[in-house]
């Protein structure tokens, strides 16, 4: 069974921070790029960033790039989001995949996780 299950969200005040995660269970997580994707209510989900196998190379959607962080422990089989200075537009379902490749064209990953919710609110 090839799954991903994402964790970490919740509830969290303008400027401040959260660490999402995504782990892995049925394959090793190293043998794949992980990406993060998000969705908001009425909108289209969006790619946010990806970190290739090895984790040398990450790539970030402008509206994040400086405030979130994507890192991998291939150890713990599990991709991190620190999310910094958060911004009510980030507001979203938060979701995990797996590729070959980093890619921004979202048919290329499989074993999405279920998400979690981000809610940045006052």
């Known amino acids: 069974q090839l799954q991903l299950v994402e964790s970490g969200g919740g509830l969290v005040q303008p400027g401040g921070s959260l660490r999402l995660s995504c782990a892995a269970s049925g394959f090793t997580l190293d043998y794949y790029a992980i990406g993060w994707f998000r969705q908001a209510p009425g909108k289209e989900r969006e790619g946010v960033s990806c970190?290739?196998?090895?984790?040398?190379?990450?790539n970030y959607v402008v509206s994040v790039k400086g405030r979130f962080t994507i890192s991998r422990d291939n150890a713990k089989n599990t991709v991190y989001l620190q999310m910094n200075s958060l911004k009510p537009e980030d507001t979203a379902v938060y979701y995990c995949?797996?590729?070959?490749?980093?890619?921004?064209?979202?048919?290329?990953?499989?074993?999405w996780g279920q998400g979690t919710q981000v809610t940045v609110s006052s």
């Open positions: 970190i290739s196998r090895s984790g040398a190379r990450t």
């Open positions: 995949a797996a590729a070959s490749i980093c890619s921004w064209w979202q048919p290329d990953f499989g074993s």
